[in-house]
């Protein structure tokens, strides 16, 4: 049986980064993904510009289908009463990509640069050894020195290593759909409503995607995705006449807690590795920000073993951009729940857009 040096078990943005970084480094890398590429998921689908400069790093920006991508310049937020604040990311700005093209270009890229891509292919069970990982899969096993686990929220090798962290948090779902037409706005849009947010991004020449987040409770009655819309007359408007452009897909509950995302010849990545909510819209930058650190690493640590310790350079990192995501994320979350609250603050930022521009560039850079 082949060994090989890396297998990457997740086929989503942040598995086909770490496997891309890992590639470009000489390292023997396979990448087990469940379902076919490209592979659609609920999602924001929103790189701001540190995620847009990372994709740029992997090779993958020039695999991206522009047709299936939309630039946008800044956040507005959109209050019931019609009030806004609106603030520009710094430049290069950001950009909408539906989420299928995203994963046809990583993948494009991944298999460039050598990567043994296996679609329809998972993770039965695995074994770790001092020496390295074989993996059970439905074709056969897969043997590798070391073990990257990017498959996803729920994460089944997350939980088979012991790591998720039972704790109280909120529980936040999410419910994404598009809609066919020219995108109305140069901005992402946030709009609120009560226990709901719905989030606008321009996902294409003619194609905006509506994604709604909501806290498990407070949306009365059936929560689908036209009982959610209705609760925003204004996107109601902007949408009348335009034909859906793909299915409602939801995901949640979205907060996971990890006890840590190292172990000897293993490592979780992306949603895997632990998250808070999507209501920053700074999943992909974290993803990406956390995977190249990772693939950049493994050269190095496999030629000293691989242990635990070998890896805690890319824990600090972790923590590092994770705190600095969590915090944003807490805060934001707050607003979302107190409507007082929140209400004078999106009217103050929305007379000082420099201030919100401030915030932005903190938030992003």
Same mark, same amino acid.
């Given at each position: 049986?082949?060994?090989?040096?890396?297998?990457?078990?997740?086929?989503?943005?942040?598995?086909?980064?770490?496997?891309?970084?890992?590639?470009?480094?000489?390292?023997?890398?396979?990448?087990?993904?469940?379902?076919?590429?490209?592979?659609?998921?609920?999602?924001?689908?929103?790189?701001?510009?540190?995620?847009?400069?990372?994709?740029?790093?992997?090779?993958?920006?020039?695999?991206?289908?522009?047709?299936?991508?939309?630039?946008?310049?800044?956040?507005?937020?959109?209050?019931?009463?019609?009030?806004?604040?609106?603030?520009?990311?710094?430049?290069?700005?950001?950009?909408?990509?539906r989420r299928l093209a995203l994963s046809q270009a990583l993948s494009s890229r991944a298999r460039e640069v050598g990567?043994?891509?296996?679609?329809?292919?998972?993770?039965?069970?695995?074994?770790?050894?001092?020496?390295?990982?074989?993996?059970?899969?439905?074709?056969?096993?897969?043997?590798?020195?070391?073990?990257?686990?990017?498959?996803?929220?729920?994460?089944?090798?997350?939980?088979?290593?012991?790591?998720?962290?039972?704790?109280?948090?909120?529980?936040?779902?999410?419910?994404?759909?598009?809609?066919?037409?020219?995108?109305?706005?140069?901005?992402?849009?946030?709009?609120?409503?009560?226990?709901?947010?719905?989030?606008?991004?321009?996902?294409?020449?003619?194609?905006?995607?509506?994604?709604?987040?909501?806290?498990?409770?407070?949306?009365?009655?059936?929560?689908?995705?036209? /009982?959610?819309?209705? &609760?925003?007359? @204004?996107? =109601?408007?902007? #949408?009348? *006449?335009?034909? %859906?452009?793909?299915?409602? $897909?939801?995901?949640?509950p979205l907060a996971r807690v990890v006890r840590t995302r190292i172990a000897d010849r293993f490592a979780l990545v992306?949603?895997?590795?632990?998250?808070?909510?999507?209501?920053?819209?700074?999943?992909?930058?974290?993803?990406?920000?956390?995977?190249?650190?990772?693939?950049?690493?493994?050269?190095?640590?496999?030629?000293?073993?691989?242990?635990?310790?070998?890896?805690?350079?890319?824990?600090?990192?972790?923590?590092?951009?994770?705190?600095?995501?969590?915090?944003?994320?807490?805060?934001?979350?707050?607003? /979302?729940?107190?409507? &007082?609250?929140? @209400?004078? =603050?999106?009217? #103050?930022? *929305?007379?000082? %857009?420099?201030?919100?521009? $401030?915030?932005?560039?903190?938030?992003?850079?």
């Open positions: 049986m082949k060994r090989h040096d890396v297998v990457v078990v997740g086929g989503g943005p942040a598995g086909l980064a770490v496997a891309i970084t890992a590639a470009r480094r000489g390292l023997d890398t396979v990448v087990l993904e469940r379902a076919s590429t490209p592979v659609d998921k609920a999602c924001g689908e929103g790189l701001m510009p540190s995620g847009l400069a990372a994709l740029e790093r992997l090779g993958a920006l020039s695999h991206l289908d522009m047709r299936d991508s939309s630039p946008f310049v800044g956040i507005r937020y959109v209050q019931e009463d019609g009030s806004t604040a609106e603030g520009k990311l710094p430049a290069p700005g950001g950009l909408g990509v990567v043994d891509l296996r679609e329809n292919s998972h993770a039965v069970s695995h074994v770790r050894t001092p020496d390295g990982v074989t993996l059970e899969t439905p074709t056969g096993p897969v043997s590798a020195r070391f073990l990257v686990a990017a498959d996803g929220l729920n994460s089944p090798l997350r939980k088979a290593e012991g790591l998720d962290v039972e704790r109280e948090v909120l529980r936040r779902y999410g419910l994404r759909r598009h809609f066919r037409r020219v995108p109305w706005t140069p901005y992402v849009e946030v709009h609120f409503a009560s226990g709901v947010e719905a989030y606008v991004t321009p996902a294409g020449a003619e194609r905006v995607g509506i994604a709604f987040l909501w806290e498990d409770g407070t949306v009365e009655g059936r929560v689908g995705f036209d /009982a959610l819309l209705e &609760r925003f007359p @204004r996107l =109601v408007e902007q #949408l009348n *006449g335009a034909e %859906p452009d793909s299915q409602p $897909r939801g995901a949640g992306g949603d895997a590795a632990g998250y808070v909510d999507a209501v920053t819209g700074e999943g992909l930058t974290l993803a990406f920000a956390c995977a190249e650190s990772l693939g950049a690493l493994l050269p190095d640590a496999l030629a000293k073993g691989a242990g635990r310790d070998t890896l805690l350079p890319y824990e600090r990192t972790f923590q590092q951009v994770f705190r600095k995501y969590a915090w944003t994320t807490q805060g934001l979350l707050m607003l /979302a729940r107190r409507p &007082r609250l929140r @209400r004078p =603050v999106v009217r #103050l930022l *929305g007379r000082a %857009p420099w201030l919100f521009e $401030r915030i932005l560039a903190a938030v992003v850079s």
